[in-house]
């Protein structure tokens, strides 16, 4: 219930409304803080030893943020971005807590089982926020391409990407599997500059080196 929750309910109803304020690769790029807290808050509950490397880390990757949330970007096809970045990160909090609160389960369970129980839980979680707007749907007008769309976004985009997450974190530690998420807005970063196109400014390129320079020196270890 908790995975569900943070997950799924709060996770992607903070995210979707987000992504509808600000722009992809913001949105993307906001992501990558996800292994960075994903290394702290594991370290709190682990009793890990946190390091300077891990504090700088943290740091370059809340600046990073800052330079996207404070850009005052008014081009593209974003509106209200600042509260669609805020959006963003709290669904990354939420992301995180569920990376921690999964692991154990995975090595109890089988993901299926794991990714069954998460998705019936947030079904009924979520079911009474999204009714209304459920129910404008305008399924009849809806063409192939919308219904294509739709199929994109629900099966390789969320359930897949949950399967194949829970798998990896089921062999990986939780921060190695959050790190992953770094490829990310390579990916958004050409998509939305293809097919939206949206504007590649340079303070995105710098706010996207600092924030990967973050995740790389939060999740470095040294041999002794």
């Not at 949105?27 to 490397?53: C, D, H, Q, Y």
């Not at 154990?104 to 009924?124: A, E, H, N």
């Not at 970063?189 to 504007?199: D, G, P, Q, W």
């Amino acid at each position: 219930m908790l995975c569900a929750l943070t997950a799924l309910a709060v996770n992607q109803m903070l995210f979707m409304k987000g992504v509808s304020h600000t722009y992809p690769i913001h949105a993307s790029l906001l992501l990558l803080i996800t292994p960075i807290l994903i290394t702290f808050i594991a370290a709190w509950v682990l009793k890990e030893k946190i390091t300077w490397l891990k504090l700088i880390g943290l740091f370059l990757g809340v600046t990073g943020a800052c330079i996207l949330i404070l850009s005052g970007d008014s081009t593209g096809k974003g509106n209200y971005v600042l509260l669609g970045d805020l959006l963003i990160i709290l669904s990354t909090v939420a992301y995180t807590i569920y990376f921690i609160l999964v692991k154990p389960l995975m090595q109890k369970y089988s993901p299926m089982d794991v990714m069954r129980w998460t998705f019936t839980f947030g079904l009924f979680m979520i079911l009474p926020f999204g009714w209304d707007e459920l129910t404008l749907i305008p399924w009849e007008q809806f063409t192939v391409n919308e219904y294509m769309l739709l199929f994109m976004i629900v099966v390789p985009g969320t359930f897949l990407a949950y399967i194949f997450n829970v798998y990896g974190i089921k062999i990986l530690s939780a921060s190695t599997a959050g790190s992953y998420i770094y490829s990310q807005p390579v990916f958004a970063v050409i998509i939305a500059t293809i097919f939206l196109k949206e504007n590649l400014e340079i303070y995105k390129i710098i706010a996207g080196i600092v924030i990967f320079s973050g995740v790389y020196l939060a999740n470095k270890q040294f041999k002794k």
